[in-house]
């Protein structure tokens, strides 16, 4: 055991790093994957039909359940003696958390994130310590509203058709569970969580699983489809306790199964049901996660940059460089070209494809260029 400690300290950042490439991967294949399973016409066709303000207000709501998530990483780096700006961990944080929320794997990419741009220069044994408290709470918030649902669903009399009450009383019992790990961690370690740091995890949770489901029954409303509340509430919190434990990402296909399931036999068209869960993914998924995508090329690019010394970084500008000495002369050869042969354009084909102005537009781009050259001296 010894053996493995000692390897796992030696290599801790290297497998950091490992973890940290394995993440840019998943990210880019989940880009891929969410553009071949969004139907953009499904969505243009749902927009239409809704008024601007109500678009606006979902947007606006799906933002405001992701900031609540920011606690946990003001927690984290409370805990690892950092002082960040306010401007930094904002970003990082809310990068970090709608990244985990679209690739999912059961929080298991947060944490990676969050060891590679919050851990650095820290000792393996104490960041480990602070990103597990970070993990043990995180599913607590979920628990606590699979207890309402279980209460709910009992006197809705809406548990009993797929037995979703099986699903609410696991996931009812995990916070029991934690604090009982808690409180053994509390009697045979010095460095745990105390009550205090552990109702603050908890209140997060708790306030990042109101924001998932006030997003979605706001959706809904503002769909005009008034269905009863106490019939969906217990079905869509056994969804999300079913999609973390499948660790699909973003829950994909198991949530959505359930509730497509659920909200059919509730009454709620195929079609309808559909809408409402492409505009709730869209809405508290998609866009926090585009907004994001920024921060994280930036991000990316630095740790990457950073870990080999700045070689990428010198790389980048040389390529940059011999580009920008390439498109020179290709703008030359064609700018001379395009005066002394002005016909010389018309005789290819692959030019022809362009419409008549756009070709002779892009005839035009060396003059264009070399008049926006002069401009820019006539100014310095």
Do not use: C
Request: aromatic share 16%; no cysteine; net charge positive.
């Amino acid at each position: 055991m010894k053996k493995v400690m000692a390897f796992f300290k030696k290599y801790f950042g290297y497998l950091k790093f490992l973890l940290f490439l394995s993440i840019i991967v998943i990210v880019v294949r989940e880009l891929l994957l969410l553009n071949k399973s969004l139907s953009y016409e499904a969505l243009l066709s749902i927009f239409s039909q809704i008024a601007p303000w109500k678009t606006l207000v979902m947007l606006l709501v799906g933002g405001i359940a992701v900031i609540p998530m920011i606690g946990y990483d003001w927690i984290l780096n409370k805990n690892l003696d950092q002082k960040l700006s306010k401007k930094y961990l904002f970003e990082t944080s809310w990068m970090i958390n709608t990244i985990n929320n679209v690739a999912g794997f059961g929080g298991v990419i947060s944490i990676g994130l969050r060891s590679q741009i919050y851990g650095k220069n820290k000792e393996t044994k104490v960041l480990a310590a602070s990103l597990s408290k970070i993990f043990l709470f995180m599913m607590s918030g979920l628990s606590i509203y699979s207890f309402f649902a279980l209460i709910v669903g009992f006197f809705a009399d809406v548990l009993t058709t797929d037995h979703h009450w099986i699903w609410l009383l696991g996931g009812s019992l995990y916070v029991p569970v934690v604090l009982l790990i808690h409180s053994i961690w509390n009697q045979k370690k010095e460095q745990t969580v105390n009550s205090k740091e552990a109702l603050s995890l908890i209140m997060i949770s708790f306030l990042e699983w109101t924001g998932v489901i006030v997003t979605f029954f706001v959706v809904g409303q503002l769909m005009g489809l008034n269905q009863h509340m106490a019939s969906i509430f217990p079905l869509f919190v056994a969804a999300s306790v079913i999609g973390v434990l499948s660790m699909i990402p973003g829950s994909l296909g198991s949530f959505d199964l359930v509730m497509l399931v659920g909200l059919t036999r509730l009454g709620l068209s195929n079609e309808l049901a559909t809408s409402w869960l492409l505009l709730y993914r869209f809405f508290y998924y998609i866009v926090p996660f585009l907004i994001s995508l920024p921060v994280f090329v930036h991000t990316s690019a630095n740790q990457i940059n950073m870990r080999y010394e700045g070689v990428p970084k010198q790389l980048f500008f040389q390529v940059l460089q011999k580009l920008t000495v390439i498109s020179y002369y290709v703008f030359g050869i064609l700018l001379m070209m395009s005066n002394v042969f002005p016909k010389w354009f018309d005789q290819y084909i692959w030019l022809q494809q362009f419409h008549l102005p756009t070709a002779h537009l892009f005839s035009q781009i060396p003059n264009i260029i070399i008049g926006s050259f002069f401009l820019i001296v006539g100014r310095g």
